[in-house]
């Protein structure tokens, strides 16, 4: 159990297909993110909201689209995504952004690894 | 840009040491911190490092040199279950965290 649950943890999509991804943190945190994990890369940064508004857009295509209620919940909605976006997408939090401390690392959820056909 | 470099897989036996390293370039430098990823599940912290030299945490223990972008994760006494990847990542100035590719560490028998 790492704190920060992700759903579903396997997902195969068509290109013209709408899913979203689920995250929920049970933390405390105040600062929610997305990477995309692709193999052989680096994590890449997609999006940051801290106390539920969004401060980071890492040119990320319109077809991934994000969204958080509150403090706790993040979703990433998916539409016409294409076969390069498979990837696992990670979702991970802190207590806030920019405050990514020795006893406050960031926290990660186990990943949905999404399959776009 | 911003560049973390490690080497992108390593082999080693039971028991043994292995030292996986990394060197970056970025924009600043607010700390360094390493973080182990079994296949299928999340990146979990390992160590951090914000001031030049080792830190010790049991069999694990991380250097840091700020002067020459340089840091390596120390794994002792290995055992099976530390086969895993270990991603080496940077808060920059921005207190962004980037990551490297990952260190894909087999342990062999």
């Known amino acids: 159990e790492t704190g920060v649950t992700q759903t579903p943890r396997h997902l195969v999509m068509g290109m013209t297909n709408k899913k979203s991804l689920k995250c929920e943190q049970h933390?405390?945190?105040?600062?929610m993110y997305w990477y995309k994990q692709s193999a052989k890369k680096p994590l890449e940064l997609m999006f940051v909201?801290?106390?539920?508004?969004?401060?980071e857009n890492n040119s990320v295509p319109s077809r991934f689209s994000p969204e958080c209620p509150n403090s706790s919940h993040l979703f990433l909605h998916l539409h016409t995504l294409q076969p390069e976006d498979s990837a696992l997408y990670l979702c991970?939090?802190?207590?806030?952004?920019?405050?990514?401390?020795?006893?406050?690392?960031?926290?990660f959820g186990n990943g949905t690894r999404l399959t776009v056909t | 840009g911003q560049n973390i470099d490690q080497p992108t897989e390593m082999t080693a036996t039971e028991g043994a040491i292995v030292q996986i390293n990394c060197t970056y370039q970025?924009?600043?430098?607010?700390?360094l911190f390493w973080y182990q990823q079994h296949a299928g599940e999340a990146p979990t912290f390992l160590s951090y490092?914000?001031?030049?030299g080792l830190e010790e945490k049991g069999r694990f223990s991380s250097f840091l040199s700020r002067s020459k972008g340089y840091s390596y994760l120390l794994l002792k006494e290995l055992q099976m279950k530390d086969s895993a990847s270990y991603l080496c990542?940077?808060?920059?100035?921005?207190?962004?965290?980037?990551f490297g590719a990952g260190t894909i560490l087999r342990v062999k028998s």
């Open positions: 490092n914000v001031l030049d």
């Open positions: 990542a940077v808060r920059d100035r921005g207190n962004k965290l980037v």
């Open positions: 909201y801290n106390f539920k508004e969004q401060t």
């Open positions: 933390l405390g945190h105040n600062a």
């Open positions: 970025t924009s600043g430098f607010n700390g």
């Open positions: 991970a939090s802190s207590q806030e952004e920019g405050r990514v401390l020795e006893n406050s690392p960031l926290h």
